[in-house]
Nanobody
Framework: QLQLVESGGGLVQPGGSLRLSCAAS????????IGWFRQAPGKEREGVSC????????NYADSVKGRFTISRDNAKNTVYLQMNSLKPEDTAFYYCAAGPRRLWSVCYLTAGYEYWGQGIQVTVSS
């Protein structure tokens, strides 16, 4: 079965950190562009960060630049999203997705991704 599974979410105080993991089973992540997306209640799903198949290039939404870092460990078939200096406005359901290499130039858009995880809640609150 081909699937992505996110982990590492939860409740954290403002200024805190979390590391999300996106583990793949049934296929190799290193063939794919990986994106992290989030969706807050009443809002559209938005791109947070993405990483190229090789891991050599990354992309971040302006709202998370300097605070979030995306990385991949192809040996573990896992992509990570390190989130530091978290703010209440980072509260959302976070999803990872895998798409073909040709998506790289538009990796911050949801269209074109072939596999999606089930999502995980991140809540930033005191």
């Amino acid at each position: 079965q081909l699937q992505l599974v996110e982990s590492g979410g939860g409740l954290v105080q403002p200024g805190g950190s979390l590391r999300l993991s996106c583990a793949a089973s049934g296929f190799r992540l290193d063939y794919y562009v990986i994106g992290w997306f989030r969706q807050a209640p009443g809002k559209e799903r938005e791109g947070v960060s993405c990483v190229s198949a090789s891991g050599g290039s990354t992309n971040y939404a302006d709202s998370v630049k300097g605070r979030f870092t995306i990385s991949r460990d192809n040996a573990k078939n896992t992509v990570y999203l390190q989130m530091n200096s978290l703010k209440p406005e980072d509260t959302a359901f976070y999803y990872c997705a895998a798409g073909p290499r040709r998506l790289w130039s538009v990796c911050y858009l949801t269209a074109g991704y072939e596999y999606w995880g089930q999502g995980i809640q991140v809540t930033v609150s005191s």
